[in-house]
């Protein structure tokens, strides 16, 4: 018996060092949505549909709420200055090819998945939800707002506002993991 415990403990030790392990020479990035200087930028293709178009409205709105900051919609990334967040369908082609000319992601992953998607950036200025397919892209905008800006999606009807703060810093771990630190 005391044998079978000290192997599972020995084994729950070599566990918790592998995933140390795996997470050791990741870089951990900072984005910054909104400070007191700058503010991103939104790039959405003209050809996204409607409902995508709805969720990054939603999504500005709800910056706009905590911050006090409007953030711009762009469909071209000519002139503009960093920091950006690109939102996309990985079934454009233009999409995955400016993730990864601009940001180095590849969203290649999320292509043939349904309703998928994925939040990750790839420097300190670049931040890039897509979707596999328009509701994945969509899905990826709103948990965003919930998950990382902390906006619970029916604060409408459940009359809670959203907490108001300064500026928002999205911190990627090494699995794509965000949290954000706000002041």
């Not at 018996?1 to 592998?18: D, E, H, S, W, Y």
């Not at 994945?136 to 998950?147: A, P």
Request: charged residues 25%.
């Amino acid at each position: 018996m005391m044998k079978v415990v000290l192997l599972m403990k020995i084994r729950t030790v070599v566990i918790l060092i592998m995933f140390f392990l795996l997470g050791i020479g990741k870089p951990v990035f900072a984005f910054e949505l909104v400070t007191g200087k700058t503010k991103a930028s939104i790039y959405l293709s003209e050809k996204e549909p409607e409902c995508v178009k709805l969720a990054v409205h939603d999504l500005i709105s709800d910056v706009k709420k905590i911050t006090g900051q409007e953030l711009r919609i762009v469909h071209s990334l000519k002139g503009i200055a960093k920091p950006y967040v690109l939102i996309g369908t990985a079934t454009d082609k233009q999409f995955c090819t400016l993730t990864k000319k601009v940001g180095g992601n590849s969203i290649d992953a999320l292509k043939g998945k349904w309703e998928s998607y994925q939040v990750e950036n790839s420097s300190t200025d670049v931040l890039v939800i897509a979707g596999s397919d328009e509701r994945g892209t969509m899905f990826g905008i709103y948990d965003f707002i919930e998950q990382y800006l902390g906006v619970d999606p029916m604060y409408f009807w459940s009359g809670l506002e959203p907490a108001k703060i300064r500026f928002y810093r999205a911190v990627f771990g090494c699995r794509s993991d965000v949290f954000l630190v706000g002041t």
